[in-house]
């Protein structure tokens, strides 16, 4: 039993209208139109095989941008830019200029961001080199940046500890252990010769206040 090969309708309405043209004697004439139509079909398949083999599929990273796409250095650094806007630390006016003697205006991100730093964190743990690795530069640069700005790492230090202290002591006194402690001193006789120059008097004068 054959199979009976399909054809589709336009296939079919165009071997008719061949049969058509051929009883008129007009064009060319065709024995077995629907066997051209195939002859036809394999013709184009075929040369649309080969046109696909000549063809390399290129990856897409071979691929060519548009220019309106790419990336200008502008934009990059403009990015880079945008994403390196810290903010800068906000160190009180009066404050500043207690501890620094100039206004915040004045200062370089770098050294408001020592005193901040200073003011905020733990001066038992806190020394010039951990601070210069928070602030992500070098020992050596932060000295120079600090004495760009007219200022000292060590003299901040000192300010630093005068103005916590005293904010320790504003409500009650505490016993000079407890305080040299917080103040990042090794020894509490430092701390002791570090009052008497802030303030002109000896520790155990305050406590002579308080109690």
Not at 99 to 122: F, M, N, Q, W
Request: with cysteine.
């Amino acid at each position: 039993m054959h199979r009976m090969e399909s054809f589709s309708v336009g296939q079919l309405v165009l071997a008719a209208t061949w049969a058509i043209l051929d009883d008129r004697g007009e064009g060319l004439p065709l024995k077995d139109p629907l066997g051209a139509i195939n002859q036809y079909k394999e013709v184009a398949m075929k040369q649309t095989t080969q046109h696909h083999a000549n063809t390399t599929a290129l990856p897409i990273y071979v691929h060519r941008v548009p220019e309106s796409r790419r990336a200008s250095p502008s934009d990059s650094w403009g990015a880079l830019q945008q994403a390196s806007q810290i903010p800068v630390p906000d160190v009180p006016m009066d404050l500043c200029v207690r501890i620094t003697g100039r206004a915040p205006h004045e200062l370089s991100r770098t050294s408001l961001s020592v005193i901040d730093l200073l003011l905020t964190g733990d001066l038992l743990r806190l020394r010039s080199e951990e601070v210069a690795d928070a602030v992500h530069i070098s020992p050596t640069t932060l000295r120079r940046r600090l004495r760009a700005d007219g200022i000292h790492y060590q003299s901040i230090l000192d300010q630093v500890r005068r103005h916590r202290c005293m904010l320790m002591l504003e409500k009650r006194w505490l016993p000079g252990k407890c305080v040299a402690w917080e103040l990042g001193y090794a020894e509490v006789n430092s701390f002791y010769r570090a009052f008497r120059r802030w303030t002109g008097h000896n520790y155990s004068d305050l406590k002579q206040l308080y109690i």
